[in-house]
């Protein structure tokens, strides 16, 4: 017969007891915690999205900058061999997007277009000067836009008419943050209209 140490029972008693109790006690998450898995997953999109409006919304002013400047650049080349732009208020759209001014990119059914995809159109305001003209802008992509050319920045700088209020550099108008926040208003209505020569 065969004597069995009581500590090595006792031993294997707790060990069983362990084994035991660890089955018991195991399991899939609690609804709490999946919860708090979710909860954190949403703050993440959130934020996330957010991040992307910014650098989308950045994005889309750089690039409306780059095509007001290639624009201007592009339609005074285009007539450089010209004695005029045409006459006074004369559409002259077409003939710059004829003329390859504007990427293909920013060609929507035969009309330029900005990065918000609203309509430019290009005036001939008299013989020597014509206007690029954007709608529909929002309201931080106007004020970086109506600061985009100066008098001091570019020499063919005539103006720009922010819904109404022109700005030409002159005394009381110049054109600079603080006059271009106030003629931008809230929303993502803004009419911005550069004049050059």
Known sequence: MRIIHPIKLILSEIHDMKLNNARNTERGFSLLELLLVIGVGALLLLAGLATYRIVTQGNNITEAQRLL???????????????????????????????????????????PVDPWRNDIVVTAVN????????????????????TAFTPESDADFVEVDINGTTLDGT??????????????????????????I
């Open 69 to 111: 400047n290639a624009a201007k650049i592009g339609i005074q080349t285009l007539y450089q061999n010209q004695a005029t732009y045409g006459t006074n208020a004369t559409p002259i759209t077409d003939v710059v997007v004829n003329g390859g001014v504007f990427p293909s990119r920013y060609i929507v059914g035969g009309n």
């Open 127 to 146: 013989p020597a000067n014509f206007t690029i003209a954007l709608q529909n802008v929002p309201e931080a992509a106007c004020v970086a836009l109506g």
């Open 171 to 196: 005394a009381g108008n110049e054109v600079d943050v603080a006059n271009t926040q106030g003629a931008c208003q809230d929303d993502a209505t803004n009419s911005l209209t550069w004049n050059f």
